[in-house]
């Protein structure tokens, strides 16, 4: 066996990854599919709405109920 001809492979696949390397610069990156956009679209949501929810200040709607049953007796 040719102990060079691994290394002409080889060679050959390094200008491969160069050109393919070079193409992906020229091209762009890839575009996302559908799913991944509805995936990525879900993770915000949920995160956003995880952030609104420790923002906001918590209120019992209970006590909420009965004060304005208490205003409304008042008036």
């Known amino acids: 066996m ?14 491969d990854i160069q050109l393919e390397a070079e193409n992906r610069r020229l091209y762009g990156p890839r575009v996302p599919n559908v799913f991944d956009l509805v995936r990525m679209l879900g ?6 709405a995880g952030l609104a929810m420790r923002r906001s200040p918590r209120r019992n709607w ?6 304005s049953e208490r205003r409304s007796r008042i008036a």
Do not use: F, G
Request: without cysteine.
């Open 2 to 15: 040719n102990p060079y001809v691994n290394e002409d492979v080889m060679w050959q696949r390094l200008k």
């Open 43 to 48: 993770r915000r949501a949920w995160l956003l």
């Open 62 to 67: 209970v006590d909420d109920a009965a004060s």
